[in-house]
Nanobody, 126 residues
Framework: QVQLVESGGGSVQAGGALRLSCEAS???????RGWFRQAPGKEREGVAT???????SYADSVKGRFTISKDAATNTLYLQMNSLKPEDTGMYYC?????????????????????WGQGTQVTVSS
């Protein structure tokens, strides 16, 4: 069983930056990993994913502002968020899954992922 723990959320003003981290309980470098977010009253949406070879995918709304990365040595996934906007507010979840075939890792679809963290809150004020 893979356990994921997010950290790094907080409250910032528009234009600010945050870096989220997600630590895994076991070695999952070969897994597809990603970040999702959910705002109050809205469905969970994909933010960014990263495949086993480091290929990344981003939602159009965060391209050029967010960067997903991972550190194999520490088994940690990161999301660097710059130029934050109020519409980025929400609960951010990290996710992971093995056995992901082809381009499924890059579809930003929550159904791809088997393991989820509890989430970390990000609030951006105007």
């Amino acid at each position: 069983q893979v356990q994921l723990v997010e950290s790094g959320g907080g409250s910032v003003q528009a234009g600010g930056a945050l870096r989220l981290s997600c630590e895994a309980s076991v070695y999952i470098h070969s897994y597809c990993r990603g970040w999702f977010r959910q705002a109050p009253g809205k469905e969970r949406e994909g933010v960014a994913t990263i495949g086993t070879d480091g290929t990344t995918s981003y939602a159009d709304s965060v391209k050029g502002r967010f960067t997903i990365s991972k550190d194999a040595a520490t088994n940690t996934l990161y999301l660097q968020m710059n130029s934050l906007k109020p519409e980025d507010t929400g609960m951010y979840y990290c996710a992971a899954s093995d056995g992901v075939i082809g381009t499924s890792c890059y579809q930003l679809w929550s159904g791809t992922f088997a393991f989820w963290g509890q989430g970390t809150q990000v609030t951006v004020s105007s």
